[in-house]
């Protein structure tokens, strides 16, 4: 490109008028010189825009290159008013070139961010504005590769039964990853053209969409060996979707990577380095990525499991959010294609029980999420489905954003905001007592099934008693002060509390249980090894218990597994984190009393082949 012609094409104002929360591009074509220079601009041209908002903060996209000689540097104002901005390249005749637009306010809720410790917001940036987030997601591995009438079906379903997340592969299959990335320095931008309009339809629906940036298996490693390789990849990923309303979620299981901590260390250190808007970040896990936050990248912890002691004990640990990817797909109908898929009744169980350990869900069914079937538009009214909408219903009406797990209950599992709000979940129907702060509230029970409520007589006092209307399914009570809460939206900011981490008590001469087993060390490679937690001090609150087992070999830096969570149970040493000998496999068990107290204790051991 000439230097008239870029000056030309910058008076234009790409941007101009663009509205807040909204991309906009500006689109370069090389000239002959540059491009005869160039031969492989995705690997080789560098460009990048330094955008300066009203508010004086400065906001840095790379460019991406969109086949042939098309440069795409893709941006999106976070406020409205007068924006400059300035060109930096190795393009001579695009390098320092600076320019102007005004982007103007619109109703766009802006990005998902974490807020409140554990919980997530809309969140305009440089203003006051936040409004509550509440993350209900539906897994759909396929669909950047569907059919495109198929897929616009899916969101549109999904939108309608209020879903406001989809998460996804950014590179398909093993094979489809091969045909995008073809060699380590070349990439089919075809494909990202596609996944652009895919992605702007889902955010066209209110739909936030989680991007898998690598398969299992070691496939991002595969293809991408250098670390050069894989930050093209990443800068390439940065520039075409940050400016979108997106999650940044690793690689599909980051367990079955030879080195997968590691290299999601590196990715993620380049998503915080390059992402001006700092999108989520976490990665897709066979269990918990929350072996992965103390490296410092990820911001929110995802869970795939069904495992209430995992969900429940790591939401005491960690002081950022949680969201539960899979805690079982739901059985289509049409034969179990997925291992452990469950009936639409079991599902529903787990999605209550998820959300009483603390953490927001997604949900899956075999039909529909492409990852053992072709995906079947049938299945999209499937029951636990409809199960989702009753729940996020019920949900929007609290103030989730300030619910926290509460344990001053018997008979069901509960979250509170204290003195204004309690939920608790009886899956197993029965008498309840909840002990509340002393007002008068209003009280109803809730069919998680049907959507139906059932209000009752209002209660004042500190300690409620009651039953559900039936036993023949399981039922959620409500207890709640609704004028409160009427007010608290008219004069509370955004946290009306502040939310408190526990400190877990290590001291052995304090924790109440012992491992009893393993007894014996070294333990073997490659067998079954029992475990046992034994309760030693027994007390009232000893007598419900919770428990999580995580073993690492510490050396290897690959962070830990989770290896149980009964107190008796077996496993074997996870064959990945063992590349030398001696070494010494850590046992941690954390034990969480009916209270909520968290108590752990470490036992070294030595591994023989």
């Known amino acids: 490109m000439s230097l008239a012609a870029c000056l030309q094409l910058l008076s234009q104002e790409p941007c101009a008028n663009a509205p807040v929360y909204s991309p906009c591009e500006f689109v370069f074509e090389l000239s002959d ?39 795409v540097l893709r941006f999106t104002p976070t ?66 590769f569907m059919d495109q009438s198929l897929f616009q079906r899916v969101v549109d379903t999904r939108a309608a039964q209020k879903f406001n997340h989809i998460r996804g592969l950014v590179l398909g299959s093993a ?17 990202f053209r596609e996944l652009d309009e895919r992605i702007r339809y889902m955010n066209g629906k209110g739909i936030t969409v989680d991007l898998i940036l690598g398969g299992a298996d ?8 250098q670390p050069a390789d894989r930050e093209s990849y990443i800068r390439y990923l940065v520039a075409r979707y940050a400016p979108m309303n997106i999650t940044w979620q690793g690689v599909d299981g980051f367990e079955t990577y030879d080195n997968g901590r590691a290299l999601l260390k590196e990715v993620g250190a380049l998503l915080t380095k390059m992402d001006p808007y700092r999108h989520p970040r976490t990665s897709a896990t066979r269990a918990t990525s929350g072996s992965l936050l103390d490296d410092g990248w990820m911001n929110f912890v995802a869970h795939e499991s069904p495992e209430n002691s995992l969900g429940a004990i790591e939401h005491q640990l960690f002081a950022v959010p949680f969201v539960n990817l899979n805690f079982g797909a739901e059985e289509s109908g049409a034969g179990r294609a997925a291992h452990g898929a469950v009936d639409s009744d079991t599902f529903r169980r787990r999605l209550w029980n998820a959300a009483m350990n603390g953490q927001y869900v997604t949900y899956a069914n075999t039909g ?29 009406a609290t103030r989730h954003w300030e619910l926290e797990p509460y344990f001053d209950v018997d008979g069901g599992r509960a979250l509170a905001l204290e003195g204004v709000e309690y939920v608790v979940y009886v899956e197993r129907p029965g008498p309840v007592e909840v002990l509340v702060e002393k ?3 209003d009280v109803a029970w809730f069919n998680p099934i049907s959507g139906e409520t059932i209000r009752q007589k209002g209660f004042k006092g500190e300690h409620y008693t009651g039953e559900p209307p039936d036993r023949s399914h399981d039922w959620v009570l409500h207890i709640s002060r609704e004028g409160h809460k009427e007010g608290m939206l008219r004069s509370y900011k955004f946290e009306s ?7 877990i008590d290590q001291n052995s001469a304090k924790v109440p249980f012992e491992i009893a087993q393993p007894s014996q060390s070294p333990l073997p490679i490659g067998k079954t090894i029992p ?49 030398n000998f001696p070494a010494v496999f850590s046992i941690r068990l954390y034990g969480m009393n009916a209270v909520g107290k968290v108590y752990s204790l470490d036992k070294p051991y030595q591994l023989a082949k």
């Open 368 to 396: 529909t999420d492409g990852r053992g079937a072709a995906v079947d538009a049938a299945f999209l009214d499937a029951p636990a489905a409809k199960q989702m909408t009753v729940w996020y219903n019920f949900f929007d």
């Open 439 to 441: 007002h008068g509230y």
């Open 79 to 144: 406020e409205a008013g007068n924006w400059t901005y300035r060109l930096t390249s190795n393009l001579r005749s695009l390098d320092g070139k600076i320019g102007n637009f005004t982007a103007v306010a619109s109703g766009a809720p802006g990005f998902v961010e974490p807020r409140n410790v554990h919980h997530w917001a809309y969140a305009v940036r440089y203003t006051q504005e936040v409004k509550p987030h509440l993350w209900m997601g539906d897994t759909s591995y396929r669909f950047a």
């Open 175 to 191: 094979q489809e990853a091969a045909r995008i990335v073809p060699a380590p320095d070349r990439v089919d931008p075809a494909h």
């Open 33 to 71: 010189q540059d491009a005869a220079a160039n031969p492989n601009p995705y690997k080789t041209v560098e460009l990048r825009g330094e955008f300066r908002s009203p508010g004086f903060d400065t906001l840095a996209m790379p460019a991406f290159w969109d086949g042939g000689r098309r440069i």
């Open 497 to 503: 509390r502040r939310i408190e981490m526990q400190v």
């Open 531 to 579: 475990l046992e937690a034994r309760i030693t001090r027994p007390t009232h609150a000893t007598r419900s218990m919770m428990w999580l087992w995580i073993g690492d070999v510490t050396a290897t830096g690959k962070g830990y597994r989770v290896i149980g969570t009964e107190a008796k149970g077996s496993f074997t040493v996870p064959p990945l984190l063992v590349e």
């Open 218 to 225: 070691n496939q991002l490693a595969k293809l991408l060996p």
